[in-house]
């Protein structure tokens, strides 16, 4: 039975000085960007992580693993157009997804739009189909704290 599947991905990386804050695939203007081995982007990530489970093709540090020189620095919309060719190579398309960024700052509201349309560009999928959420963590834990912003994304996929 081809029922459609679904997939949750969560990222989480560190507020880091000298670097750039990319979230969504979109370069957003701020004091501190995010630690990590590629650009850091825990949005793009969280929605790899979502649509390789919904999949079934294990996670995103299986498929570009962070101790690999390939993935130093890659701009994180490669590893998603590199995620949708691994789905779309097992029969799956992209349905939807559901995202959610949790960070006390910057404000990202005025970026889900930009965020929406180059998610929706890589992915090749209709914009409706992308919903981008921010909020903060009420100033509780390392979010709270300005230590880190999180991303969660929940997908659907459907076999073709």
Known sequence: ???????????????????????????????LGLQGHSDADVLIHALCDALLGA?????????FP?????YENIDSKILLSKTMNLLR????????????VCAEEPKLNPHIFAMQKCLSEVIGADID???????TSE????????????A????????I
């Open 1 to 31: 039975m081809n029922l459609p599947r679904v997939g949750f991905g969560y990222d989480v990386h560190a507020l880091a000085v000298n670097r750039k804050l990319w979230l969504g695939g979109v370069k957003i203007e701020y004091s």
């Open 55 to 63: 999949a079934n093709l294990r996670d995103i540090g299986f498929h």
């Open 66 to 70: 962070d101790t690999s020189n390939e």
């Open 89 to 100: 190579t097992k029969g799956y398309e992209f349905g939807n997804a559901d995202c959610t």
């Open 129 to 135: 189909c992308i919903s981008i959420k921010a909020t």
């Open 139 to 150: 100033k509780m834990g390392f979010v709270g704290r300005k230590e880190g912003i999180a």
């Open 152 to 159: 969660y994304a929940t997908v659907l996929i459907y076999k």
